[in-house]
């Protein structure tokens, strides 16, 4: 779009037309904006950014909330193929056999390992432009593998946000990349907004942000805490709790007072062959389809 093409906002016509509901497509996530979801290396990212993938396209391990089911695409840049065949698998076990038919519809996988990618370049943007017609989320794991630019240089890292926001506006796509924390952050187990590594403008310039982080007192590693630590049109959301399950799967729990509280007297481990123990994964009638998770 050249400058001569913005069309003025009217503002009479604002003043006096009530407006449309905003459309998040994960709670606090706008359709058509970029989002962050940052953690440690070796935190579950990826897990978890699949998962949510898989709730947006119509089956919710996560409880996520109410949004509307759509297709999505995952750019996988850091993980081959079999990594990513033994993680849908792990899922899979917790699927029936329509939830796997509903999921594998609408979730695309692109495994990326080795192919040049470049977002900061403008044939691998107006590539992925394309690509995102008509899908509902975007995933880019992670950011570092995306782009050629310098992550601590402000200047880089804001036009490479541009250059997402462009896609996300052009399309009505949410743009959610993965990205890790500094060093001093993963070590403290710190998830604000100044835990991201690299530029400020990466978290600045997104209008989502949401970190991963690991719960002070679980010696093993498998409680993971998720929290919205930036959105600029929503309400607050309450943070989550997942479980570590078998072959990585992550499962809602409780906070960890409330785990304590009602299983003080029951085995740590759950069982790793049944579904979610806190409401089954929901299947999506029809793509567009709002549900209430």
Request: hydrophobic share 40%.
């Amino acid at each position: 779009m050249s400058h001569g093409e913005i069309t003025p906002l009217h503002v009479m016509s604002a003043f006096e037309t009530e407006p449309s509901q905003l459309d998040f497509v994960i709670p606090g996530f706008l359709a058509g904006t970029v989002g962050c979801l940052y953690a440690p290396g070796g935190a579950g990212k990826s897990f978890l950014a699949l998962e949510i993938a898989m709730s947006v396209a119509g089956v919710d391990f996560l409880g996520l909330g109410t949004h509307r089911t759509g297709r999505t695409l995952y750019l996988a840049l850091e993980d081959p193929d079999v990594i990513l065949r033994r993680r849908l698998h792990a899922i899979g076990s917790h699927l029936s056999l329509a939830q796997r038919e509903s999921v594998a519809e609408r979730l695309e996988i692109l495994p990326l390992v080795g192919v040049f990618f470049d977002l900061l370049s403008g044939t691998t943007a107006s590539w992925l432009q394309r690509r995102a017609e008509d899908v509902r989320l975007v995933i880019v794991d992670t950011l570092s593998r995306a782009q050629s630019g310098d992550e601590s240089n402000n200047g880089e890292m804001a036009k490479l946000l541009r250059a997402l926001e462009h896609i996300g506006a052009s399309t009505g796509a949410a743009v959610l990349f993965l990205h890790h924390v500094n060093k001093s952050s993963g070590r403290e187990r710190n998830g604000d907004q100044f835990s991201v590594r690299g530029a400020s403008a990466l978290l600045d310039n997104a209008r989502f942000g949401a970190a991963i982080t690991y719960i002070d007192d679980d010696t093993d590693g498998r409680r993971i805490r998720y929290s919205v630590s930036k959105h600029n049109y929503a309400a607050p959301i309450v943070p989550l709790h997942f479980l570590r399950h078998e072959g990585g799967v992550l499962l809602p729990a409780p906070p960890p007072q409330e785990q304590d509280a009602v299983q003080s007297d029951k085995p740590k481990a759950p069982s790793i062959r049944r579904a979610n123990p806190f409401g089954s994964p929901y299947l999506a009638a029809k793509n567009g389809e709002i549900h209430d998770w």
